[in-house]
């Protein structure tokens, strides 16, 4: 079913569309809400997470837009596993941390790794969108090339050749961008 066809029945208030949101969503979602997680809580607080974000798809079902529901998902998922770490007394993974908080450190330094850290965004931006979905899954959901592979109905040997690809081309994209 074509997510414009799923996003009609969701706001008709028929079920079949949020079975078909979810058929098509659910491992895109439960991957970012264990991604955040990390095991830090039972399958079943995983599952509610999981949950959560589809309620919400479904009582906001008017403004998502076709093209862009799989993004909006992940999104809230992220918000609302984070909060579920907060509400259960648990903190956040370490690495998330350290993207929200300056050290004591120059300000100099943090101006240049916030730029950065622009310049990469803007590179893996610029990739094509499978390729730029492969570096999201891999390197910011830490999702490993099998779980990819699976995900995403490509082979694992597509997978890592995409990957290596793409780091060669944001290598030499921020590469170009240093001397200019």
Do not use: C
């Amino acid at each position: 079913m074509r997510e414009e066809t799923i996003l009609r029945k969701m706001r008709g208030r028929d079920p079949a569309g949020l079975e078909a949101l979810m058929d098509r969503y659910l491992p895109y979602v439960s991957a970012v809400v264990w991604n955040i997680l990390r095991g830090a809580m039972a399958p079943e607080d995983g599952e509610e997470v999981a949950s959560d974000v589809f309620f919400a798809a479904w009582t906001q079902a008017d403004d998502l837009r076709p093209g862009h529901v799989k993004g909006w998902l992940g999104a809230v998922a992220r918000n609302k596993a984070k909060n579920k770490l907060r509400q259960m007394g648990r903190t956040l993974p370490l690495e998330e941390d350290a993207l929200d908080l300056p050290g004591p450190e120059d300000p100099a330094d943090a101006l240049e790794r916030e730029e950065e850290g622009r310049r990469v965004r803007r590179a893996v931006d610029s990739l094509p969108a499978p390729d730029r979905e492969l570096f999201l899954r891999h390197y910011y959901y830490a999702q490993s090339v099998k779980e990819i592979a699976g995900a995403m109905g490509l082979n694992e040997s597509t997978v890592k050749t995409r990957l290596r690809r793409g780091r060669l081309k944001l290598k030499d994209m921020l590469t170009k961008e240093a001397l200019i």
